[in-house]
């Protein structure tokens, strides 16, 4: 009970929070718009993932939220150097599977930032989404194995995210 | 200079457009056809963006954003669909 | 300064449609749908995200409202991206002969 309300109020101050940012401005008008709205929402779906839902509100998880950021916008770049060579070079150089990968992530919100990240960089892309199993698209695969594309394409990113999420 | 680097953002963008449309009219099949209207709509707000930078305008801004919200919707359903739908 | 500011503006512009050039290389290029999705809305991702933050150092005014378009990219080109993947799957659709192994196909198979 008292988690689906801390998770409603989460939902409402997002929304709210993106509405000050749509409008950009404080008056009194367009916040109570704003603020009537975003109840009607978090009420009518109490099961609402939004950006901080399960996120814990420690020091630690802000920080490792903003490593996060830095890690995975480094990544991003580096995945799409990686798949710029890849397309532009005349022989096409792809080597592609679909492996199996695990993750100790248990929260909802985190995994759902797992599997966006993950496709997001370099050569992955998340398919199938199964409890604690992901099926992993990889343009050039470098092993089957489970342990070891664990290590490879999850372990970077679960690091951050078991601390923001758990 | 500015105006210039303004203007060849503009074609690349519109050069990516005429391939990912090339795709979308080639297929072969549906799916490619709906991956490639993803890419379209990405480069298309894009392409608003652009247009809103141009015209001075920020209220184009919103309407870049609303398409951006239909368009997110639009492949959802239309994946789901191809789900069941064979 | 803010004739820096333009020209660096204008580079972050002119590399971030270059990727969107990239993405649409790519669409043309991949043999099969798993790799086209990869190549196709993660260059644009990147080339709409970057610009973006060029349109941002033209306009700093109109800067909060190109962050919540970027936030709302960054978010949501990921998962179109994956709802058609499993599409895509889910319907038997063509993998490249290239592709070396499939997992999934492996697993639904057993528990069929």
């Known amino acids: 009970m008292m988690r689906r309300l801390r998770d409603s109020l989460v939902l409402f101050a997002t929304l709210l929070l993106f509405w000050v940012m749509l409008m950009g401005s404080l008056a009194a008008d367009t916040l109570i718009v704003g603020v009537m709205a975003s109840l009607v929402i978090a009420l009518l779906f109490p099961d609402g993932l939004s950006f901080f839902t399960e996120f814990r509100a420690t020091p630690r998880a802000f920080l490792a939220g903003f490593l996060y950021y830095g890690y995975f916008l480094k990544e991003l770049v580096k995945s799409n150097l990686t798949l710029a060579a890849i397309v532009v070079s005349p022989s096409l150089p792809i080597d592609p599977g679909i492996v199996k990968v695990r993750t100790r992530l248990k929260s909802r919100m985190g995994r759902l930032m797992l599997a966006n990240s993950i496709t997001l960089t370099p050569g992955t892309l998340t398919v199938e989404l199964e409890g604690e199993w992901l099926y992993v698209h990889w343009v050039r695969m470098e092993s089957a194995d489970i342990d070891a594309a664990t290590a490879r394409i999850v372990a970077g990113f679960e690091h951050y995210l078991e601390v923001m999420y758990g | 200079m500015v105006d210039w680097l303004i203007y060849l953002a503009a074609s690349l963008a519109g050069v990516a457009f005429l391939l990912a449309l090339a795709r979308f009219i080639k297929g072969p099949k549906a799916t490619d056809r709906v991956v490639a209207f993803d890419v379209l709509t990405i480069i298309s707000i894009t392409g608003i963006v652009l247009v809103a930078l141009a015209e001075g305008r920020a209220i184009y801004l919103d309407v870049a954003l609303v398409y951006a919200l239909l368009s997110f919707l639009g492949v959802i359903v239309i994946a789901r669909y191809l789900e069941r739908g064979f | ?112």
Request: glycine share 12%.
């Open chain 3, 1 to 112: 300064m803010g004739a820096i500011l333009d020209i660096i503006g204008g580079l972050l512009m002119v590399a971030g449609t270059a990727f969107l050039l990239l993405g649409g290389l790519g669409l043309i290029r991949m043999p099969d749908v798993y790799n086209r999705i990869q190549a196709g809305t993660k260059a644009t991702t990147l080339g709409t995200l970057l610009t973006l933050a060029g349109v941002a150092c033209l306009r700093p005014e109109w800067l909060l409202k190109l962050l919540l378009i970027g936030f709302f990219m960054l978010f949501t080109n990921p998962l179109s991206s994956q709802v058609l993947a499993r599409a895509a799957h889910r319907i038997g659709e063509d993998k490249a002969p290239a592709t070396r192994i499939d997992r999934l196909a492996e697993d639904l198979g057993d528990k069929s």
